[in-house]
Structure formats: structure tokens, C-alpha cells
């Protein structure tokens, strides 16, 4: 029986604003128009250079989120040319006065406290800056070719919550089986493409040594190693920096993530192997178990440091997926060969043989993908696939 899960909600409202406040107002008559950048952007409401809200947080500390939207700064970024309105979809009301908004919990890795409740209502209490609003679900309205991202891993991690501890099958093999996750521990991390997306300034929290310089010990004597600290492979997100001008991270810009944006989330370690068990049947009779590799949270950007050339390894993986004859792995790898390659040269026969391969999947969204990846890495249209075109790369 799955554990209930239980969402805290506090009643009485600790968050202090300064700069524009109002009632939300119902959505406006057809052709009316949105409300204007300018007036989002006035000295009484987000121009304000000293507006902020001020959050105390479960420890009464405060936090704070600034307000203030530098109008030139965001006009020059890749959105610039976009009213406030479009994005932040919940701020409608007259002369676009809003009162508090609606605030889901969680997006920004290990950034601010965290918070048991995973939906924000208007009036609960925000006793955390880690939270995201309207403006990072409704991407999709334009982005419609990355509409699947919602059905991802990253976007339904929330599932986690179903895991437990397994009290039957723990006192007859004599330890823990399972994990029982608290409220709001996987959509602290996981939540919307701004987590990625939106140019939050990423920090290490303990920033005095790395995972790779204890790799070996690690998968042979955790937690006793000298000198660890698990602290080092967290990171924190702070989208807060980033309110003042709004940029976003495109694209091309992950090709080598030189933020570190990846590695904010997939920064786990190898733990000594242990056993791991299971019911055989369904009235949990009889289990079994094995011996298994134990990991903490995702170690995949240190694997990849391991590993070697990313190049190399993604040659490797093409190579065993041709071999299986899993045409989707090898259509996921030669797109992924797009994205890294130097020149529209070295990246055409692979994105001609991914759209081919993408197309006999029926998979449009994938090729619209692949199309838009083109234009924005190499400023050109991408090259059209030949009429009964069969090109292959090793």
C-alpha cells in the first residue's frame, strides 16, 4: 500500500512586497489588448530598481527575491521582443495590477529551504525561494515542437513519490528495502525547462573538492572516506540573478554547458555494491536478491569526465546501437552528433540520416527539433532530405 502523501499548507501569509499590488482581475474581452511592456516595466512596478519581496523562511531567515526588470537589458536578450504578458500568463488583470500568484515548489536544484508543499496556492505561504510560477510552464505555447517535454524524466520525476519502504520484505532480509521520499524532495530539482533554460547563477555548495578526487575510495568505502563531503556534489540554482535582465540559455549553448548547468543535478557517486532484493510473486511470498551496484542521486557528468573525449563515447554508443539495430538509439545519436559537430560539413550526414530515421518512426516533433537545432547553431536552413535519400555514417 502506497504511503499517503500529506501537503502542508500554512495559513497565515509571512511575504512582504514592495513595487506594484492590485487585485487579480478576470481575463479580458476578446481583442482587447495585452497588457503593454511599458507598464509592466514602470517605475511604480517592476522598474522600480528597489523593489523585492521578502520571504522568512522555516528558520526565520529572510530571503529575498528582487523584482526589478532592467527594460534595456531585456529587450536585448532572445525574448526581448516579447510582451511580459505572453510568458507570465497569470498576470491579466487591468493595467496589469496582480496580487500574489500562484507558485509551484521546486525547479532549482538545492537553492533556498526546502519546502514540504509542492503546489503554491495565491494565498499559502511561501517560506522558500525555490519556486517557479506561470511563466516557466508555458514555454510550450511557442516551443510547441517540445511539447513531449512534459512526459519526460526531467518533467515527471514527481513520480518518485510513489517509491517506499518495504516493512515486509525488510525484517526478513534484515535491512531497509525501498526509499520513502518526503514531500517535495525530487520537485526541489526537477520541474520546467527554466530550470535549464533560464540563466540562474549555479554554486557548489561546499566548493572545496570534487567527487572525481575521491572516486576510487568512494565505491569502496563510503561514507568513511577522509576528507569527503557529500556537500560537493551539490550544487545550487539561484534564478534570482537573473530576474533583473531575463536571459535564457539556448541550445547551442549546452554543446558544452560551460556553467555547468548539467552537472547541478547529475553530480552522484558510486557507493560500495550491496544487496538488493525483491518479491518474486505477487502475494510477496517468496523473494530473491543480488548483488548490485549502489548509486547516490545521478553521477552521469563525472562518468562522462572518466570516460574521456565526449566525442569518442558518443562514436562508441552510435556504434553498439547500429550493432543492436535499435534505429531509435541510433537516430538519438546521430542528432546528439548535430548538436556537437564543428561545421554544417561534418553535421550534414548525420542529420540527414537522423531525419530519415526519425521519419520512419513517425516521429514529426523530433525532425521539427532537429530542424530548429540547424538554424540556430549554424544560422542556415538545414539541408532538405533527397527524395528516396539512404545515407548511413559509421
Known amino acids: 500500500m502506497l504511503k499517503k502523501l500529506l501537503l502542508i499548507l500554512i495559513l497565515v501569509p509571512v511575504v512582504v512586497m514592495t513595487g506594484c499590488q492590485g487585485e487579480r482581475g478576470p481575463i479580458g474581452p476578446a481583442g482587447e489588448p495585452a497588457?503593454?511592456?511599458?507598464?509592466?516595466?514602470?517605475?511604480?512596478?517592476?522598474?522600480d530598481s528597489t523593489a523585492n519581496k521578502i520571504i522568512v523562511n522555516d528558520l526565520g531567515t529572510e530571503e529575498i527575491v528582487p523584482l526589478y526588470v532592467n527594460e534595456s537589458k531585456y529587450a536585448s536578450t532572445i525574448h526581448g521582443t516579447l510582451l511580459c504578458v505572453s510568458c507570465h500568463t497569470d498576470i491579466n488583470a487591468s493595467g496589469g495590477s496582480h496580487a500574489n500568484v500562484r507558485k509551484v515548489y521546486g525547479g532549482w536544484a538545492r537553492f533556498g529551504r526546502k519546502q514540504a508543499v509542492e503546489a503554491l496556492d495565491i494565498n499559502d505561504v511561501v517560506r522558500t525561494r525555490n519556486y517557479t510560477t506561470a511563466a516557466s510552464y508555458g514555454c510550450i505555447s511557442c516551443h510547441k515542437e517540445k511539447a513531449n517535454?512534459?512526459?519526460?524524466?526531467h518533467a515527471t520525476i514527481f513520480k518518485h513519490r510513489s517509491a517506499l519502504i518495504d516493512a515486509d520484505l525488510s525484517a526478513l532480509c534484515g535491512k531497509t528495502v525501498g526509499e520513502?521520499?518526503?514531500?517535495g524532495d525530487c520537485n526541489r530539482c526537477h520541474a520546467t525547462c527554466a530550470t535549464c533554460h533560464f540563466k540562474s547563477t549555479i554554486t557548489q555548495i561546499n566548493p572545496n573538492g570534487s567527487a572525481l578526487t575521491y572516486w576510487d575510495q568512494l565505491q569502496s568505502s563510503y561514507p568513511?572516506?577522509?576528507g569527503w563531503d557529500d556537500k560537493m556534489t551539490e550544487f545550487s540554482m539561484d534564478w534570482t540573478t537573473n530576474v533583473v535582465s531575463h536571459e535564457f540559455r539556448g541550445a547551442d549553448y549546452f554543446a558544452a554547458d560551460s556553467e555547468s548547468v548539467c552537472e547541478a543535478c547529475h553530480t552522484g557517486y558510486a557507493k560500495p555494491a550491496s544487496m538488493a532484493y525483491w518479491w518474486l510473486d505477487e502475494a510477496n511470498g517468496v523473494w530473491d536478491s543480488i548483488k548490485a551496484t549502489a548509486v547516490k542521486r545521478h553521477p552521469q557528468a563525472y562518468e562522462l569526465a572518466i570516460s574521456g573525449d565526449l566525442g569518442k563515447l558518443l562514436n562508441k554508443a552510435l556504434s553498439q546501437a547500429r550493432q543492436s539495430g535499435n534505429q531509435l538509439e541510433i537516430a538519438l545519436c546521430l542528432k546528439r552528433k548535430v548538436q556537437l559537430a564543428a561545421s554544417q560539413e561534418s553535421a550534414r550526414r548525420a542529420y540527414l540520416e537522423a531525419v530519415e530515421l526519425f521519419h520512419l518512426q513517425d516521429r514529426k516533433d523530433v525532425v521539427l527539433e532537429l530542424a530548429d537545432i540547424w538554424r540556430r547553431r549554424f544560422g542556415a536552413s538545414p539541408p532538405a532530405l533527397p527524395k528516396g535519400h539512404n545515407t548511413k555514417i559509421q
Do not use: I, R
Request: with cysteine; net charge negative.
Open 224 to 226: 568513511n572516506v577522509p
Open 35 to 47: 497588457v503593454a511592456n511599458s507598464t509592466c516595466l514602470s517605475s511604480e512596478c517592476h522598474g
Open 180 to 183: 520513502d521520499y518526503a514531500s
Open 149 to 153: 517535454f512534459m512526459n519526460s524524466a
